[in-house]
């Protein structure tokens, strides 16, 4: 089995019997489904507290600096699978200091027609 991506920055004191792994693996089907130039830590947060916690007075706001760091290293992982989350945004998370993916380039603008050469050239 391989260790979780914040593994070595395990968070203490979950909520409702949550678990490092339990909210990485939360946070990976996130980023997976949603449009990441929405997504911020704070999103992020919120999210995972009515996926996780639902109807719970619980939060997740202690937690944001193990949460930050899960999702940089989530966000790096799925760009090096090729993905660029859910909501095919390609951005980065707002806090986040991941750079946006990589994306393929707005169409050019077509360059001017030949035909227009041509008459530039043949009428000096």
């Known amino acids: 089995l391989e260790a979780e991506p914040c593994s070595a920055m395990a ?16 946070i990976d089907r996130l980023l997976r489904r949603e449009d990441w130039d929405t ?3 704070k999103v992020v947060l919120r999210m995972l507290e009515t996926e996780l916690l639902p109807g719970a007075d619980g939060s997740l706001r202690a937690h944001k600096k193990f949460v930050k760091a899960a999702v940089d290293t989530a966000m790096a992982r799925i ?3 090729g993905g660029t989350g859910g909501g095919g945004g390609g951005g980065a998370a707002e806090d986040a200091p991941m750079e946006a ?12 027609p030949a035909q227009d050469a ?3 050239a043949g009428s000096e």
Do not use: F, K, R, Y
Not at 13 to 20: E, K, R, V
Not at 101 to 112: H, I, Q, T
């Open 118 to 120: 041509a008459d530039g």
């Open 101 to 112: 993916a990589p994306e393929a380039a707005p169409e050019a603008e077509p360059a001017a």
């Open 79 to 81: 760009l090096a699978e």
């Open 39 to 41: 997504i911020s830590v």
């Open 11 to 26: 968070a203490e004191n979950w909520p409702a019997g949550l678990t490092d792994e339990s909210v990485n693996a939360a």
